[in-house]
């Protein structure tokens, strides 16, 4: 099988606003040991295994894993499901070897699982025995499988880290996770500029509509924006005459719309509360309460 590298233009942190934490993060605990793993062999410190980016949908995650092949300077190659999953019983354990066995030969280079929970589905809540065949197959995968994944670094996404098979996230495998958070302040005002590049517009101040959406994902930014558009279209069409849209629209869309990242947020706040250690969400833990939501 081919795996498709051609994703345009490279990505570079520059290309993403704000979140500079997060890039610092991104850089100490991914990208250094990549580049660099003899300095972190001497002192000790892993560089091996994949890293597992997780949070709440519509935040960026594959941006994000883009972004890091472009600092690596590799190639970037990312698997969706649908190249994985197959209906006939066998099919998809091949295909997840295949995957490996193609990035491998053109290491160094990036390996992206999207959705990595449908792929390494928590085995004790597996129904099928198809499931729990795939998800030992990819831990073998993982774990070289006969071969090195010394120059390939293994990225993947998930919205639902509690339904990963918990051997997925031992050493060597996904043992290095990352919470991506919504988007901060700066990087809402950004992109509220970049929905509304070359879109009629009044003067617009940016700052102030990325302050009346905390919590709100790149996504819902978009949506946002649409919801904007819809509003001040239905008024052209109804009263004939033509507009451009204004602070005050923008405003109140940001007002009539809902963070879709609540739902998420909810469900971890919830697990943390009731669900005992929560060490393995400490990243979220802080964010809830730097947000007062915790």
């Not at 009629?200 to 819902?220: H, K, M, N, R, V």
């Not at 629209?249 to 963070?259: F, G, S, T, V, Y």
């Not at 919830?270 to 969400?281: E, F, N, V």
């Not at 833990?285 to 915790?294: D, W």
């Amino acid at each position: 099988m081919e795996l498709d590298d051609r994703q345009g233009r490279a990505l570079r942190f520059v290309d993403i606003a704000g979140m500079e934490e997060l890039k610092k993060t991104l850089r100490l605990r991914i990208i250094e040991p990549f580049q660099r793993p003899e300095l972190f062999t001497r002192f000790r410190k892993g560089a091996g295994g994949g890293v597992l980016l997780y949070g709440p949908p519509g935040c960026g995650k594959t941006m994000i894993a883009r972004a890091v092949a472009g600092e690596c300077g590799v190639p970037f190659h990312a698997v969706g499901i649908s190249q994985v999953l197959n209906m006939w019983v066998g099919e998809s354990e091949k295909q997840v070897a295949k995957i490996f066995t193609v990035a491998r030969e053109k290491a160094p280079s990036i390996l992206f699982f999207d959705e990595l929970d449908a792929l390494g589905y928590s085995r004790s809540k597996a129904r099928s025995d198809h499931t729990r065949t795939l998800v030992n197959e990819f831990l073998a995968q993982l774990d070289g499988a006969g071969a090195s994944n010394e120059r390939l670094l293994i990225l993947a996404a998930t919205n639902m880290p509690w339904d990963i098979d918990t051997a997925m996230k031992r050493p060597g495998r996904f043992s290095r996770q990352l919470f991506i958070s919504p988007p901060d302040e700066v990087a809402r005002a950004e992109i509220f500029h970049l929905k509304l590049k070359d879109v009629p517009c009044d003067a617009i101040d940016y700052g102030q509509l990325a302050a009346l959406t905390p919590l709100f994902s790149g996504a819902d930014i978009d949506g946002v924006v649409e919801y904007a558009k819809d509003e001040v279209l239905a008024e052209i069409i109804e009263q004939g005459a033509e507009r451009n849209i204004t602070q005050n629209d923008l405003e109140q869309a940001c007002r009539a719309c809902r963070p879709t990242t609540l739902d998420w947020l909810d469900t971890v706040t919830t697990m943390l509360k009731y669900g005992g250690d929560d060490s393995a969400y400490s990243e979220v833990k802080s964010y809830l309460q730097e947000m007062g939501k915790l």
